[in-house]
C-alpha cells in the first residue's frame, strides 16, 4: 500500500514514459529558473558571452535559459521512448503554446529572409516560453515544488542584492552595451542586469506573492512581500511601483474586509497587525534618513523623456507609407526615423515598435499567437492569478518588452506557474495514453 504522502508521486511513477517528466528533466527545470532569473547578460559579459551587444557570434545572443529549455524539450521526447506520441500528447494539452512555438519559427524565417533585426529574440521572447509551458504539462508536484523554491531563493537574493547596490552605490553586474557599463544610472540592476526587468518581474511577483504563494507560511509570505516592496522602490521603475502600490493596495484591503466580515480574527495575524502599526513610524524615519524617499521622488519628477517619446512613437508610424506599414518598410529607414523623432532610446510600446520594424502582418501574427498564450497560461492556474496577470499586461505595453529580446515572458509564465499552482495531473484521459504506449 503507498503511504498517502508519497501518492501524487507515485501516481506519476505509475503512467506511461509518454507521460511524465524524468528526474533529469526536473532538475534541468530548477537550473533553468535559476539560470533565467540569476543570470543577466551584464554578468554573462563577465565570462566572455556578449549577449547584450551587437558583436560576437549569433550563438551568444540566445540567453543560456533558452538553450536549456530546448534541450530539456528535446531530451523529454528522446527519453519517452516514443518523441511522435509524447509531442502529440503536449501538443494536445498546449495547444496554444505549439501554436506560439511555430508562429515563432515561421517569424524566424521572415526575418532571416529580410535581414531584419530581433531575430534571436523570438526565441528567447516567443519560442523558449511556449516550450516551457509544454514541458511543465507533465510537471508534478515535486517539480513545482522544487522550482517555486528556487525562484524564492533567486528572487530574494536579487532583492537584497538590488538594496545593497542603492545602499553602497556600487553596482555589482551593471547593465552593458559591447561591454560598455551604464555607470551614470545609479538604479540598482541586481542579478537580472537592468533596472527596468528588475521592476517589472519584481512587481510581478510581489502581486504574486500577495494573492498567491498559498503554501509559504503567512510570516513568510509577508516578509517577502515587505522585501520585494522595498526593492522594488531601488529599481526604479515608477509603473511597476504605482501598480503594485494600486493593485495591491486594492486587494489588500478587500482581502481585510472579507476577513472581518467573517468576525474571525487570526490571533497571531491581529498581534502582527498592531506590530506593525507601532514599528512602522520608526521604520519611515530610518527610510527617510538614509534617503530611501529621496530617490523614490527623483524618479518621479525626472522621466527621461519616457512621455516625450510615446508622443513621438505614433508620429514615427505616420510617416511610413501605407505599403511599408504592412509587409514591413526598409529597417535603415525606420533607424534614421527614428533618431530624427529622438527616440534613440528605444519605442516604448511593443506592438507599435514590431509594427514599425515588422509590418502589420507579422505584428497581428505574434500578438495574436501571443495573446493565446497568455489565456492559455491563465486557465491553468489557480484563482488569483488575474492580479499579477493585469500588472504583467500592463506592463507590457510601458515598454519595447516582447518585441525585443527578453526572457521576461518565461520568466512572468514560471512565477505564475509555481505560485499559482495548477492541480496535478493530466487532463487527457491517461488510459487512453497507456493503450496508446503499449
Same mark, same amino acid.
Given at each position: 500500500?503507498?503511504?498517502?504522502?508519497?501518492?501524487?508521486?507515485?501516481?506519476?511513477?505509475?503512467?506511461?514514459?509518454?507521460?511524465?517528466?524524468?528526474?533529469?528533466?526536473?532538475?534541468?527545470?530548477?537550473?533553468?529558473?535559476?539560470?533565467?532569473?540569476?543570470?543577466?547578460?551584464?554578468?554573462?559579459?563577465?565570462?566572455?558571452?556578449?549577449?547584450?551587444?551587437?558583436?560576437?557570434?549569433?550563438?551568444?545572443? +540566445?540567453?543560456?535559459?533558452?538553450?536549456?529549455?530546448?534541450?530539456?524539450?528535446?531530451?523529454?521526447?528522446?527519453?519517452?521512448?516514443?518523441?511522435?506520441?509524447?509531442?502529440?500528447?503536449?501538443?494536445?494539452?498546449?495547444?496554444?503554446?505549439?501554436?506560439?512555438?511555430?508562429?515563432?519559427?515561421?517569424?524566424?524565417? +521572415?526575418?532571416?529572409?529580410?535581414?531584419?533585426?530581433?531575430?534571436?529574440?523570438?526565441?528567447?521572447?516567443?519560442?523558449?516560453?511556449?516550450?516551457?509551458?509544454?514541458?511543465?504539462?507533465?510537471?508534478?508536484?515535486?517539480?513545482? #515544488?522544487?522550482?517555486?523554491?528556487?525562484?524564492?531563493?533567486?528572487?530574494?537574493?536579487?532583492?537584497?542584492?538590488?538594496?545593497?547596490?542603492? #545602499?553602497?552605490?556600487?553596482?555589482?553586474?551593471?547593465?552593458?552595451?559591447?561591454?560598455?557599463?551604464?555607470?551614470?544610472?545609479?538604479?540598482?540592476?541586481?542579478?537580472?542586469?537592468?533596472?527596468?526587468?528588475?521592476?517589472?518581474?519584481?512587481?510581478?511577483?510581489?502581486?504574486?506573492?500577495?494573492?498567491?504563494?498559498?503554501?509559504?507560511?503567512?510570516?513568510?509570505?509577508?516578509?517577502?512581500?515587505?522585501?520585494?516592496?522595498?526593492?522594488?522602490?531601488?529599481?526604479?521603475?515608477?509603473?511597476?511601483?504605482?501598480?503594485?502600490?494600486?493593485?495591491?493596495?486594492?486587494?489588500?484591503?478587500?482581502?481585510?474586509?472579507?476577513?472581518?466580515?467573517?468576525?474571525?480574527?487570526?490571533?497571531?495575524?491581529?498581534?502582527?497587525?498592531?506590530?506593525?502599526? #507601532?514599528?512602522?513610524?520608526?521604520?519611515?524615519?530610518?527610510?527617510?534618513?538614509?534617503?530611501?524617499?529621496?530617490?523614490?521622488?527623483?524618479?518621479?519628477?525626472?522621466?527621461?523623456?519616457?512621455?516625450? #517619446?510615446?508622443?513621438?512613437?505614433?508620429?514615427?508610424?505616420?510617416?511610413?507609407?501605407?505599403?511599408?506599414?504592412?509587409?514591413?518598410?526598409?529597417?535603415?529607414?525606420?533607424?534614421?526615423?527614428?533618431?530624427?523623432?529622438?527616440?534613440?532610446?528605444?519605442?516604448?510600446?511593443?506592438?507599435?515598435?514590431?509594427?514599425?520594424?515588422?509590418?502589420?502582418?507579422?505584428?497581428?501574427?505574434?500578438?495574436?499567437?501571443?495573446?493565446?498564450?497568455?489565456?492559455?497560461?491563465?486557465?491553468?492556474?489557480?484563482?488569483?492569478?488575474?492580479?499579477?496577470?493585469?500588472?504583467?499586461? +500592463?506592463?507590457?505595453?510601458?515598454?519595447?518588452?516582447?518585441?525585443?529580446?527578453?526572457?521576461?515572458?518565461?520568466?512572468?509564465?514560471?512565477?505564475?506557474?509555481?505560485?499559482?499552482?495548477?492541480?496535478?495531473?493530466?487532463?487527457?484521459?491517461?488510459?487512453?495514453?497507456?493503450?496508446?504506449?503499449?
Amino acid at each position: 500500500m503507498a503511504v498517502a504522502g508519497h501518492a501524487p508521486a507515485a501516481a506519476a511513477a505509475q503512467r506511461p514514459a509518454v507521460a511524465r517528466l524524468g528526474s533529469g528533466t526536473s532538475t534541468g527545470l530548477v537550473l533553468a529558473v535559476a539560470l533565467l532569473f540569476g543570470v543577466s547578460g551584464g554578468m554573462l559579459w563577465l565570462v566572455g558571452y556578449n549577449y547584450d551587444g551587437l558583436s560576437g557570434g549569433a550563438l551568444t545572443k +540566445i540567453h543560456p535559459g533558452t538553450y536549456l529549455i530546448v534541450l530539456l524539450f528535446g531530451w523529454s521526447l528522446a527519453a519517452s521512448g516514443d518523441p511522435v506520441a509524447r509531442f502529440a500528447r503536449l501538443a494536445a494539452l498546449r495547444p496554444a503554446s505549439l501554436v506560439l512555438a511555430i508562429t515563432a519559427l515561421v517569424a524566424l524565417a +521572415i526575418f532571416v529572409i529580410r535581414q531584419a533585426p530581433g531575430m534571436a529574440g523570438l526565441l528567447d521572447t516567443f519560442f523558449g516560453p511556449a516550450l516551457l509551458l509544454m514541458l511543465l504539462a507533465d510537471a508534478d508536484e515535486r517539480t513545482i #515544488a522544487r522550482m517555486e523554491t528556487a525562484l524564492h531563493v533567486v528572487m530574494t537574493a536579487n532583492a537584497l542584492l538590488g538594496l545593497y547596490e542603492f #545602499a553602497s552605490q556600487n553596482l555589482l553586474f551593471p547593465y552593458r552595451f559591447e561591454g560598455a557599463a551604464f555607470e551614470w544610472d545609479p538604479r540598482s540592476t541586481s542579478l537580472q542586469g537592468h533596472p527596468l526587468a528588475n521592476a517589472m518581474m519584481t512587481a510581478c511577483y510581489l502581486m504574486a506573492l500577495t494573492s498567491g504563494a498559498r503554501t509559504l507560511p503567512d510570516r513568510v509570505r509577508l516578509a517577502l512581500i515587505l522585501l520585494q516592496s522595498a526593492a522594488l522602490v531601488v529599481f526604479g521603475g515608477r509603473t511597476a511601483l504605482l501598480l503594485s502600490l494600486g493593485f495591491g493596495g486594492l486587494y489588500a484591503i478587500s482581502a481585510l474586509l472579507r476577513q472581518l466580515k467573517t468576525g474571525r480574527v487570526p490571533l497571531l495575524g491581529a498581534a502582527l497587525g498592531v506590530s506593525m502599526l #507601532a514599528v512602522l513610524p520608526v521604520g519611515l524615519a530610518v527610510l527617510w534618513a538614509g534617503g530611501f524617499f529621496d530617490a523614490l521622488l527623483q524618479r518621479f519628477m525626472s522621466d527621461g523623456g519616457s512621455a516625450n #517619446a510615446r508622443k513621438e512613437m505614433f508620429e514615427l508610424v505616420l510617416a511610413l507609407p501605407l505599403r511599408d506599414l504592412v509587409v514591413g518598410p526598409d529597417v535603415e529607414w525606420v533607424e534614421s526615423l527614428r533618431r530624427i523623432h529622438g527616440l534613440e532610446w528605444g519605442i516604448e510600446n511593443p506592438f507599435v515598435r514590431m509594427l514599425v520594424y515588422q509590418g502589420l502582418l507579422v505584428t497581428l501574427l505574434l500578438a495574436v499567437t501571443f495573446s493565446l498564450y497568455v489565456y492559455e497560461l491563465g486557465r491553468l492556474c489557480r484563482p488569483g492569478v488575474w492580479l499579477p496577470m493585469i500588472v504583467w499586461i +500592463i506592463l507590457l505595453n510601458a515598454a519595447e518588452t516582447v518585441a525585443s529580446k527578453t526572457t521576461m515572458p518565461a520568466k512572468f509564465s514560471i512565477i505564475v506557474l509555481c505560485l499559482y499552482r495548477p492541480p496535478p495531473g493530466p487532463r487527457i484521459n491517461p488510459a487512453a495514453w497507456s493503450a496508446r504506449a503499449r
